[in-house]
């Protein structure tokens, strides 16, 4: 068996503490995985969550300011990167440089000029160009794969449309630097679109308005609600639509158009913690699946009482493909991929945004 991996987290907010805790779960459950560093540049955080973290196992957790100090301190071989957008290359860049392999949260860097640099770099080297797998835990979620695996048998015939919803019922939290409602929300749905039907998309439009939110926080952002319609070869097309302004609740579904069905994936519904994937043809129903999701507790962010399980499953495969020493499927291309489109998306926006009302006559 092989030695389990040493593992650390840098940028341990949000979804970093929760990357920390199924890495430990992973350990403990699998012996696959050990962690045994976080990393954060903010205040005491680093200590505090490494304090936290030290009372689910028995050895020790260190904590560091930077990624740069754990990269010198030689502990680990691979790191999860959940930093500011900001900080994701200089992180990400660094740990690779230090001979780790990396798994990056979204977006791969602040803006698609510096991604496509960052990627050119990483492509420079055969090393370097297999050490860092982005983190698109939505193609890791069981529903969602199951939808993919119906897609894939034909269930419903040649797919034509895609449609993604993604709806928070809340603000940013305070202090949130929102890079866009398109670029900030809508880049899991897109790259969502792309891995459900495999191609790129050739064309992008969008539109956007602020309804509610805007008016009830104190976080600037562009938009609280946009529409993003991308087109692929063959006229097919995926439509995303991102908003702040569902005041009853997270709403998160999926919708696949084929020739000869749809199939459906989640529900706005009372039981948060089930999600169904429904198909049918045009005689009827032709399957209906319940997938039970983790109950973590109160106090949670929504989007862990959807994708817990998926990160969970995320963070075991780049396990398991570092242990291996194998590729992953999910690269900084396919960051970069969803970041192009993003951006194409907010220059359509702010094109719209420009144009000169009409005239009353």
């Known amino acids: 068996m092989n030695k389990p991996l040493k593992l650390a987290v840098v940028g341990v907010g ?29 205040g005491n955080t680093a200590e505090d969550v490494a304090r936290d973290l030290r009372k689910k196992q028995a050895s020790e957790i260190r904590a560091f300011r930077s990624a740069a100090d754990l990269a010198d301190a030689g502990l680990i071989d ?8 900001e900080d994701h290359e200089a992180d990400a860049r660094t740990l690779i440089d230090a001979g780790c392999r990396v798994m990056l949260e979204k977006p791969l860097t602040g803006s698609v000029r510096s991604a496509a640099e960052f990627v050119r770099y990483l492509s420079r080297d055969d090393t370097k160009k297999q050490a860092l797998m982005q ?9 969602l794969r199951h939808a993919k695996s119906l897609m894939d048998r034909h269930a419903i015939g040649d797919p034509f449309k895609v449609v993604s919803v993604l709806e928070d019922p809340h603000p940013p939290p305070v202090g949130y630097n929102s890079p866009g409602i398109v670029p900030d929300m ?15 998309p050739v064309r992008v439009s969008a539109m956007g308005a602020n309804l509610h939110n805007f008016s009830i926080t104190s976080v600037r952002e562009d938009f609280d609600d946009a529409f ?60 209906t699946k319940a997938f039970r999701m983790r109950d973590y507790g109160e106090g949670v962010p ?17 396990v398991d493909r570092c242990l291996k020493g194998e590729p992953f499927s999910v690269t900084q291309e396919d960051g970069l991929n969803a970041m192009r489109v993003a951006e194409a998306g907010v220059r359509s926006l702010r094109d719209v945004a420009l144009t000169a009302p009409m005239r009353q006559h």
């Open 14 to 42: 949000r979804i970093g503490v929760f990357h920390a805790r199924h890495v430990q779960e992973l350990g403990e459950a699998e012996g696959s995985c050990e962690l045994v560093a976080v990393a954060d540049r903010y």
């Open 78 to 85: 691979a790191a999860v990167v959940a930093s500011r957008t």
């Open 228 to 287: 993003l319609q991308m087109t692929f070869p063959g006229d097919v097309i995926a439509q995303v639509q991102v908003s702040r302004n569902h005041v009853a609740g997270y709403r998160n579904e999926t919708w696949i158009y084929g020739r000869d069905g749809l199939i459906h994936v989640g529900r706005f519904q009372e039981d948060p913690l089930r999600v169904t994937v429904e198909a049918y043809d045009r005689d009827g129903v032709i399957e």
């Open 135 to 143: 983190a698109f835990m939505r193609r890791f979620d069981e529903p």
């Open 186 to 200: 809508a880049v899991h749905n897109i790259d969502e679109a792309i891995w459900l039907l495999g191609a790129r």
């Open 302 to 318: 929504v989007f862990i009482e959807r994708f817990g399980p998926a990160y969970k499953r995320e963070v075991a495969y780049f």
